[in-house]
């Protein structure tokens, strides 16, 4: 059996403070890997949090655990289909 690496998930906040999008990043032995959830609700890879840490990114964050990200994805699918069914019957 095998251990999986550790994964830490972490909101994008609006400047309201409210999330606005989801990185998670997965803790690898070398060098951590880091992704983003887009709209299809595929990972892609993301610099969002390095470009954070060289101060390259306004855009503020936080760590959430892994079922406030879950609720997160469920949240957006919901939305995200709805406004394509709406996009598509109107």
């Known amino acids: 059996m095998t251990d999986q690496p550790e994964v830490t998930f972490y909101a994008l906040l609006t400047d309201a403070g409210e999330p606005a999008g989801l990185v998670r990043r997965t803790h690898l032995p070398l060098v951590p890997k880091d992704e983003s959830l887009r709209r299809d609700l595929s990972w892609q ?3 969002f949090l390095r470009k ?3 101060g390259h990114n306004d855009n503020d964050y936080r760590e959430i655990s892994a079922d406030e990200a879950e ?4 949240h957006w699918r919901i939305k ?3 406004e394509d069914a ?3 019957d109107g």
């Open 45 to 47: 890879p993301t610099e």
């Open 80 to 82: 995200w289909e709805r």
């Open 86 to 88: 709406d996009g598509r």
């Open 52 to 54: 954070y840490w060289l």
């Open 71 to 74: 609720a997160l994805i469920d």
